[in-house]
């Protein structure tokens, strides 16, 4: 174990070397957010991927398909790499002619400064499940990985410390170098792990026809009104609700053209899908290894089960592939989702209450807010009792109900209005709300019945007489 120590360690400087070279090509926001609009296609392919391949990919997605086989994670990753495509396809290029610094200059162009600052404050709630995810799960790594000397806040903190060396000094910059060279490694090392461990399994052929006849490929919902409704929502949560999200729209940004940002969105979210079901695949090799850890952990902690099968099973070179490639898609992760939020935050609330700051000055605060924000996630994470997979999967319901429609219709529908926008904020977060409080259970979905709300919202909001005017005056980056 110590030795394997030792090559995680070696990896972890290696990472936040790469950062802090990548720092030095910062010279002013813009650099820092959208890494100056000058990355190529490979960059952006890295960025994407290496965004979503976290921690729910490797520990959360597996823990759920061992446990609901397919039907279980129809949100991730089926409707996560479903976003990444429709951003590609229909997204990113009128949001990259647009030239702006975050996703929320859009709502104020497009509508005007309350709907900004609205949908802004709801994108940044929502990255709190979703950092909080890779948080939680770089305490669990750094807990394994010891043996228990470091509890699992422990490791939390000191995996935060981590990725905020390199995300303060570089920010988009910084998370696109690390991301290229940990996508190499997350690359390399699950193609290499999965060889070895369907190896000891008895081969891949009967890893699978194992998981065929436990009924783990069954995927689409019964032909009734209720099982369709809970698929399709289960679908749309991640799959709409993450288009509307500024880690998203850095990567779009971030490109050297807009056809780079098209073509880098659709490939990264078609990479990451068949990707993530490797991590699926070795988890349920371990019911072919080790049936009997599997049925320990299962009812305890399933997220456990793929870890505990390296560590048990594997040779030691797969080992340090493993846990390099698992600390390699949690760390480009938590620094592209602790800056996107932190970069929202600043730019679309804090600025517009400091309208005389010069570019230095805003790029100070920006370090700031990544701090603080870091610091909120840290104590959201230490405090949760939500799995994995459920912090993201739920991290998604209010950009749904609240910020998706006024972006889709806004590029696509010209008769959407501001006053369209805020009742389709209104509706969709009230619904939503209501729902969740008093009927969680009911007949459709909290966040389905919101979005709903929202698009009806929209349409009769924008054909009614109007009362609220629009405000265009975009900030570009």
């Not at 030792?6 to 972890?12: A, G, N, P, R, S």
């Not at 988009?172 to 090392?189: N, P």
Request: charged residues 10%; contains cysteine.
């Amino acid at each position: 174990m110590t030795d394997l120590i030792w090559f995680v360690v070696l990896y972890l400087i290696i990472s936040i070397g790469i950062g802090l070279f990548a720092a030095t090509k910062v010279k002013n926001s813009a650099d820092y957010v959208v890494a100056g609009h000058h990355l190529p296609l490979p960059f952006i392919i890295a960025t994407v991927f290496a965004t979503w391949f976290g921690s729910e990919t490797v520990l959360g997605i597996p823990a759920k398909f061992l446990n609901d086989g397919l039907k279980g994670v129809v949100a991730d990753p089926f409707g996560s790499s479903m976003c990444l495509i429709l951003v590609g396809l229909f997204f990113a290029r009128p949001l990259y002619r647009m030239g702006l610094l975050t996703i929320g200059d859009y709502y104020r162009a497009r509508y005007n400064r309350p709907v900004e600052v609205v949908t802004s404050l709801c994108i940044v709630i929502s990255y709190l499940g979703w950092v909080s995810a890779q948080v939680t799960a770089l305490g669990l790594v750094f807990n394994v990985l010891t043996e228990g000397l470091l509890d699992p806040w422990q490791g939390m903190t000191l995996g935060v410390g981590i990725v905020l060396v390199y995300t303060l000094a570089g920010g988009m910059f910084s998370v696109a170098f690390t991301d290229l060279f940990q996508m190499l490694i997350i690359g390399a090392g699950m193609v290499y792990i999965a060889i070895i461990v369907s190896g000891i399994a008895g081969g891949a052929g009967v890893v699978i026809d194992h998981a065929a006849a436990a009924g783990k490929f069954d995927f689409w919902p019964k032909f009734e009104a209720r099982d369709v409704i809970l698929f399709v929502s289960a679908w749309a949560t991640m799959g709409l609700g993450s288009i509307p999200q500024q880690d998203v729209f850095q990567r779009v940004s971030a490109a050297k053209n807009e056809n780079t940002a098209a073509l880098g969105s659709v490939l990264g979210g078609s990479i990451y899908f068949f990707f993530a079901f490797v991590p699926m695949f070795l988890a349920y090799s371990a019911i072919m290894i080790d049936p009997k850890m599997v049925a320990d952990l299962i009812t305890k902690d399933s997220q456990l089960i793929l870890p505990r099968l390296i560590l048990d099973h594997a040779p030691f070179a797969v080992q340090v592939m493993f846990f390099g490639a698992l600390l390699a898609a949690i760390l480009s992760c938590s620094s592209a989702t602790l800056l996107a939020p932190s970069v929202t935050f600043a730019e679309n609330v804090l600025r517009g209450f400091l309208p005389t700051l010069s570019d230095w000055q805003f790029l100070r605060l920006l370090r700031i807010v990544v701090f603080l924000f870091a610091m909120g996630v840290l104590t959201f994470a230490m405090t949760s009792s939500s799995t994995i997979y459920g912090m993201v999967e739920n991290a998604y319901k209010i950009t749904l109900v609240a910020a998706f429609t006024p972006l889709a219709f806004g590029l696509y529908w010209k008769r959407a209005t501001t006053q369209g926008a805020a009742a389709a904020i209104v509706l969709g977060l009230v619904t939503w709300v209501m729902l969740e409080v008093f009927n969680p259970e009911g007949y459709l979905p909290p966040q389905f019945a919101g979005l709903l709300a929202a698009i009806s919202g929209m349409i009769i909001g924008s054909l009614l007489p109007q009362r609220y005017g629009r405000e265009h005056h975009p900030r570009a980056a």
